[in-house]
């Protein structure tokens, strides 16, 4: 992980998800840039443009004094862009954030994206398509980190990966492995099924084999849960082992519907308090 992206609007959610983006940029020793962008107001005569022209004028200054300030912030309390520490800086532009997001994440280099979301009713569901995220988490190829606004102090000790054993797992794992390794931390992959069967067994059993035998210096852990609801299980799971992040795999398009159903994302209760990290299947790249 070389270059990481922080969205910010400025506000308390923004500001959660920079915590995180410090924290990974700090022992990735990555380059962190902060980005800001700005929507031009519809004018439908000249004397609306003066106006909007005004506004944005204001708003571009204003808003560059608070990036300029969070990363002086970055420099003296952590020590950012002084020799042997993670480097800052910031990105101001006029435009759409997706847009922006996705050129930067194509053609120059940033590989990460930490981004805040509100989490709403404190459903998977809107802690997944709450506000900008969802959009950003459709269009670009890089991982993403949803930090929602409640979640506490970054300390990622245990990742947890939701796996159905598909092919795709073995590439996001090890994107997952590689994210963990920053930190020292534990991984627990974890595959939840409606009913307990022989031939189920079997198939857990081949695939924590073909995990040891990949990873076999990786503090990796497997469970498979029985539960008739796949985000009982999973919750309960997450929440035994203290997890401080939740990873999933977004695949073909229908990952929404297929994975984080609208039936399951009502009885996901999650409260906003899930750092929720998503991959992207190398199918779709």
């Not at 270059?3 to 380059?31: G, M, Q, W």
């Not at 459709?138 to 947890?160: D, N």
């Not at 469970?223 to 035994?240: A, F, M, P, V, W």
Request: negative net charge; charged residues 25%.
């Amino acid at each position: 992980m070389k270059k990481i992206l922080c969205p910010t609007d400025f506000s308390a959610t923004s500001d959660k998800a920079l915590e995180y983006a410090v924290y990974i940029a700090r022992h990735a020793n990555a380059h962190l840039s902060l980005m800001h962008v700005l929507h031009l107001p519809i004018a439908d005569t000249s004397d609306t443009a003066l106006v909007a022209g005004e506004l944005l004028g204001e708003q571009t200054r204003d808003a560059g004094e608070k990036l300029k300030a969070k990363c002086l912030f970055l420099e003296h309390q952590f020590g950012a862009n002084q020799a042997g520490h993670f480097t800052c800086d910031y990105i101001l532009k006029e435009a759409l954030l997706t847009d922006t997001a996705v050129h930067l994440t194509r053609n120059e280099g940033y590989d990460m994206i930490v981004m805040g979301t509100t989490g709403c009713d404190s459903t998977m569901e809107e802690l997944l398509v709450g506000s900008n995220t969802e959009t950003v988490i459709e269009e670009v190829k890089c991982p993403v980190l949803s930090v929602p606004s409640t979640a506490s102090e970054p300390s990622i000790e245990r990742i947890v990966y939701a796996t159905d054993y598909s092919d795709e797992d073995s590439a996001a794992l090890e994107e997952v492995v590689g994210v963990g390794s920053l930190f020292g931390a534990d991984i627990h992959v974890v595959h939840v099924v409606k009913d307990e069967t022989s031939e189920g067994k079997v198939k857990s059993q081949q695939f924590w084999n073909e995990l040891q035998s990949a990873y076999p210096d990786v503090p990796l852990h497997f469970q498979e849960i029985t539960n008739k609801h796949r985000d009982e299980g999973l919750k309960t799971y997450y929440e035994s082992v203290g997890g401080s992040m939740l990873a999933v795999l977004r695949k073909e398009k229908g990952f929404f519907q297929n994975l984080f159903s609208q039936s399951l994302s009502e009885q996901l209760t999650y409260q906003a308090e899930v750092p929720l990290l998503v991959l992207h299947s190398k199918k779709n790249l």
